[in-house]
């Protein structure tokens, strides 16, 4: 918390669930769901976050083309919790997956119309 400042937090939906986590693994979170859905594939990640009771917990998502997430601001400015290795291996996912996305798009499948 460098200079006083304490990030804001976002309130992550899944199903039933409900935490909260810090601005960039939430904003991670909902990217990286979007590119697992779109590539019709799956992976599990796990982030430390707090209850609405405000108990410290980590919650396993499961993520694939039915996950359905929200993620809302909120004007709570607690510590974030450390997601720092989950955040890298979504950056790093999103990166890979992209690349994957780019390589197959240059190619046409065969029995693909060319039209």
Do not use: W
């Amino acid at each position: 918390m460098a200079g006083g400042y304490c990030p804001r937090m976002k309130h992550l939906q899944f199903g039933a669930k409900s935490l909260f986590v810090g601005d960039e693994a939430a904003d991670l979170l909902i990217d990286y769901a979007a590119q697992v859905a779109q590539l019709k594939t799956g992976d599990r990640v796990d982030l430390r976050g707090f209850s609405s009771e405000g108990n410290g917990i980590t919650t396993s998502f499961l993520l694939n083309g039915g996950t359905s997430l929200v993620a809302e601001t909120t004007s709570l400015t607690f510590e974030e919790p450390d997601n720092r290795d989950a955040v890298a291996y979504m950056r790093a996912r999103i990166e890979a997956l992209a690349m994957t996305e780019e390589f197959v798009a240059g190619f046409q499948l065969i029995g693909e119309d060319a039209s």
